[in-house]
Each structure stands twice: as structure tokens, then as C-alpha cells.
């Protein structure tokens, strides 16, 4: 939803499809979930509808990096006697602490800001990126 935000508050921020579509990368990016029993009215068209409709002060208001962090030192007491899953709740807890920093400069600097640029980076997890925002 970050990705989407950005693109609608942002026109130059734009998502590189020199390979796949939109549609595609939804597909890759949530193939696990189309695996899952998941509701039959959740799809990538209505991913899109609610992604095209996406601004900063939704994103702020449901800080779900900030209730990630909430949340993980309740599991970390489930997962004690295995450390493969104390790992990767670590690097789940940061790629959520630095995506809610991220997301505070965005918001104080304003999503517009034509000299502020996001680019997203998998250092913490191989699975959820980090949004690194930089001013040019």
C-alpha cells in the first residue's frame, strides 16, 4: 500500500515495468496468498480500486508498521525454543521500525515533494522491503 500512496501522492514516482505488468507483479508479489483460502471477492481488481484511492493520511492513520511492532514481543514468548523464528521475527520487526520511520519523513516532508526520493530495498528481509527516502 506504500507503493500505491506514493504513486498517487507523487506523479514521479513511478514503478519500473520494463518486464511485467501491474498485473503480473500483483500476481508474484501475492501468489502465496492465492494459495490460501482467501475470500473469492479479493483480486487484483479490487487491489487496484482500493490502491488507486490510497493517500498519506490513510497510510498514517492505520500505521500498520507501528501495530507490527506492537504486536511481536507477544509472539517472540511463542517461539523461545526456536530460534529460526525468533530471526525472523527480528527481521520482520525491523523492516517494519524502518518503514515506520519512513513513512514519518514522508509524511512530515509531504508525499509531493518533488526533491524527495523513495526507493525500496530487501536488506532486512528477503520477502518485505525497506523504504530508504533520500532528498535529491
Known amino acids: 500500500m506504500m507503493l ?16 511485467n505488468t501491474e498485473q503480473e507483479r500483483f500476481m508474484q508479489h501475492f ?5 490460501a483460502r482467501i475470500p473469492e471477492h479479493i483480486s487484483y481488481y479490487s487491489f487496484r480500486e482500493s490502491a488507486s484511492r490510497a493517500c ?11 501495530e507490527i511492532q506492537k504486536i511481536i514481543p507477544s ?13 525472523e ?3 520482520i520487526e525491523q ?3 524502518h518503514n515506520r520511520i519512513a513513512l514519518n519523513i ?7 515533494d518533488r526533491s524527495l526520493r523513495v526507493s525500496f530495498e530487501f536488506i532486512h528481509h528477503p520477502h518485505f522491503a525497506v523504504a530508504a527516502v533520500k532528498r535529491s
Do not use: C, H, W
Not at 501468489?31 to 494459495?35: R, S
Not at 514522508?106 to 509531493?112: D, K, N, P
Open 4 to 19: 500505491a500512496v506514493l504513486r498517487n501522492e507523487s506523479m514521479s514516482f513511478q514503478l519500473p515495468t520494463i518486464f
Open 31 to 35: 501468489d502465496l496468498l492465492q494459495k
Open 56 to 66: 498519506i493520511s490513510d497510510l498514517l492513520k492505520y500505521n500498520f508498521f507501528k
Open 75 to 87: 509472539l517472540r514468548g511463542s517461539f523461545v525454543s526456536e530460534p529460526e523464528k525468533l530471526a
Open 89 to 91: 521475527l527480528r527481521r
Open 95 to 97: 523492516v517494519a521500525e
Open 106 to 112: 514522508i509524511s512530515q516532508v509531504g508525499a509531493g
